[in-house]
């Protein structure tokens, strides 16, 4: 069965600082993954995405993830941090069921920006 | 712009009653789910439909039922509501078409603040 590991519920950067959210990952097929971000009382917004080709996937804002097969895992990174870059991360993995695909979601990292 | 729209942002209601949560989205999609998010726990699935009048179990469906009558609009129903449903619910969809189309990305709309007394 899929699942997601994201390792430290709570991360805390300088700005200017190199932002990483790791996240870890367990499928028994070569999966989907996904980062979403999520601003205070928001819904979740899709930050980027693997499904197939280059393992580096660039997103929104800046930021950027490596799949790393061996690894199982899907860090997510930002070479400088910002202010408005304090949120809710989550990691996801698509889990195929009856034909279909659905997200599991790992339990979210959140991220604080210091002057 | 394309969205998903769920009609409550913040409710507070009492122990007992019954609530609704209604979510729309204008994108056409086949896909339309419920999760709940809580500190600590990540986003969990309550319901999910892939059709009209279709619905399936997620991994916390106890004490919700769901309705999905229209393609675009899919709703979230607390028989009796308790306190430990006190939560943030959040609707989401995606396009469907099986496997070969979806990659099971969810477009998410802002969340509802359920707030059980």
């Known amino acids: 069965a899929q699942s997601v590991t994201q390792l430290g519920s709570h991360v805390s950067v300088s700005e200017g600082a190199l932002v990483l959210l790791r996240c870890n990952y367990s499928?028994?097929?070569?999966?989907?993954l996904f980062w979403y971000v999520q601003y205070p009382n928001q819904g979740l917004q899709l930050l980027l995405k693997y499904t197939t080709g280059a393992t580096l996937v660039k997103g929104i804002n800046g930021f950027e993830a490596e799949f790393k097969k061996s690894e199982t895992s899907f860090h997510l990174t930002k070479p400088s941090a910002h202010m408005s870059d304090a949120a809710e991360y989550f990691c996801a993995v698509s889990r195929s069921s009856g034909g279909y695909n659905k997200l599991i979601f790992g339990a979210g990292t959140r991220l604080a920006v210091h002057p | 712009d394309v969205k998903v729209t769920q009609s409550s942002r913040y409710l507070v209601k009492r122990t007992g009653e019954k609530v609704f949560l209604e979510c729309v989205q204008d994108?056409?999609?086949?896909?339309m789910f419920w999760y709940r998010q809580d500190p600590g726990l990540g986003l969990r699935l309550i319901y999910f439909s892939y059709d009209v009048k279709m619905k399936e179990k997620g991994d916390i469906p106890e004490g919700y039922s769901v309705s999905r009558e229209k393609k675009e609009r899919f709703s979230l129903i607390l028989e009796s509501a308790s306190t430990n449903q006190t939560s943030m619910y959040l609707c989401?969809?995606?396009?469907?078409?099986?496997?070969?189309?979806?990659?099971?990305?969810?477009?998410f709309g802002e969340g509802s603040r359920l707030t059980v007394l």
């Open positions: 994108m056409d999609h086949e896909n």
């Open positions: 989401a969809s995606s396009p469907g078409g099986g496997r070969a189309r979806d990659t099971g990305e969810l477009f």
């Open positions: 499928s028994s097929v070569p999966p989907y």
